[in-house]
C-alpha cells in the first residue's frame, strides 16, 4: 500500500484511482461497506482521510475520542487490499479551502480521482459547508463520478464511530466488535513501566493509552499479536486497562499479561484485542488478595478464549 501526505506532490501512480472518503475512525462495518463500494476493476482502490482527525485539529484539548491511531487505521486499510492511502496533513489551509476549491484542487486536479464514494452525511470544505449534492455537482464540473452510500444498520441501530465508543465505555467489547466486524485493537509499542507485575508473578506488557479513546476501565480476556521482532506471533492473555488504584496510579494504561510466555518484548509492536469484560478495577486488602484476583481472572480469560476456537 503506497501512502501520500500531500496532495500536492502526487506522481502517476498516485492518481487514478477509485477512492473513498472520511475518517475511518475504527474502519467499522459502515466504514468497509464504503470501502467495498469504492472496488473497481481496472482502478487501484483508494482512501482519503486526514491526519491529524479533523476534530482533534479544531479542539485540541477535547478528551480522546480516537479508536484507532494512524499507524493501526493503516494497518486495518492495508489489510482491507487498499492500494493507495491519501492521508492528507490536515493543517490551516487544508481546513481554509471552500468546497469547491477542495473538490476542484484536491480531488480533481491533485490526485485526479476518477471516482469519489462517500457516506450520506458527507460534508466537506471550510465550515463543513459542502454536502454530498454539491459534491456530486462539482464532480461533473470537474470530471470524477460520485456515489454517495447510505448509513448502515445492524441489530445494534446505526454503524457509527460514535456508538461503537459508547459500547466500549460501557464494558461492552463485543457489542464493539460486532459493529466494527473485527475486535478493538489498541496496538502501539510495548513501553518500560514499574514492573511490579513481575515481581507478582505476572510480567505484563505496558503500552500507553495517549490520545485513545477510553473503554471502561477493568480487566479484559484478550488476543494479543507481537506484530515483530523474534516473538511475533499470536498468543492468548488477560489484560488491565486503568490506573492501578492498588498503586496510587493516576494516568491510565495498559498492561498486558501473556499466557504461557516467555521473553522481553520491550520495543515490539503489539496489538491487543479486548474481547470480554471481566470485572472493574479493585483495591484488595493486601498483595496476596490480589494474587488471588489476578489468578482467578487468568482462569476466566484461558476459558473465554480457548471457547473462541
Not at 480487566?219 to 489484560?239: E, F, I, Q
Not at 470480554?276 to 488471588?292: C, H, K, Q, S, V
Request: aromatic share 8%; hydrophobic share 45%; charged share 20%.
Amino acid at each position: 500500500m503506497r501512502i501520500l501526505r500531500d496532495y500536492q506532490f502526487a506522481r502517476p501512480e498516485h492518481r487514478g484511482a477509485s477512492a473513498a472518503i472520511g475518517n475511518f475512525d475504527g474502519v467499522h462495518l459502515g466504514h468497509q461497506h464504503v470501502i467495498d463500494r469504492a472496488r473497481v476493476d481496472g482502478l487501484p482502490l483508494g482512501i482519503l482521510t486526514f491526519e491529524p482527525h479533523p476534530r482533534q485539529f479544531f479542539a485540541p484539548d477535547a478528551p480522546p475520542f480516537r479508536l484507532m491511531n494512524a499507524e493501526a487505521r493503516a494497518h486495518r486499510l492495508q489489510k482491507l487490499g487498499v492500494d493507495v492511502l491519501y492521508e492528507l496533513s490536515f493543517n490551516a489551509a487544508l481546513s481554509g479551502l471552500s468546497a469547491e476549491d477542495f473538490a476542484h484542487d484536491v480531488l480533481a486536479e491533485g490526485l485526479g480521482l476518477k471516482r469519489v464514494i462517500v457516506g450520506a452525511e458527507f460534508c466537506f470544505g471550510k465550515g463543513r459547508a459542502g454536502t454530498v449534492e454539491m459534491l456530486a455537482e462539482f464532480g461533473s464540473r470537474f470530471g470524477f463520478e460520485v456515489d454517495v452510500v447510505p448509513i448502515l444498520h445492524g441489530e445494534l441501530g446505526a454503524i457509527s464511530s460514535t456508538n461503537i465508543r459508547n459500547a466500549l465505555s460501557d464494558g461492552r467489547p463485543r457489542d464493539a466488535a460486532a459493529m466494527l466486524g473485527h475486535w478493538h485493537r489498541i496496538e502501539g509499542p510495548v513501553v518500560h513501566g514499574e514492573k511490579r507485575g513481575r515481581q507478582l508473578g505476572y510480567p505484563t506488557a505496558n503500552m500507553n493509552l495517549d490520545g485513545l479513546h477510553l473503554p471502561r476501565l477493568g480487566v479484559y480476556a484478550v488476543l494479543v499479536d507481537v506484530l515483530d521482532g523474534p516473538n511475533a506471533g499470536h498468543y492468548h492473555g488477560v489484560a488491565s486497562l486503568g490506573i492501578r488504584p492498588m498503586f496510587n496510579g493516576e494516568v491510565p494504561n495498559l498492561e498486558t499479561f501473556l499466557f504461557d510466555f516467555k521473553g522481553d518484548l520491550y520495543g515490539s509492536d503489539l496489538s491487543v484485542a479486548l474481547v470480554d469484560y471481566l470485572r472493574p478495577e479493585m483495591t484488595f486488602d493486601g498483595l496476596d488478595a490480589l494474587i488471588t484476583q489476578m489468578n482467578a481472572d487468568s482462569d476466566k480469560a484461558r476459558a473465554i478464549l480457548k471457547a473462541l476456537a
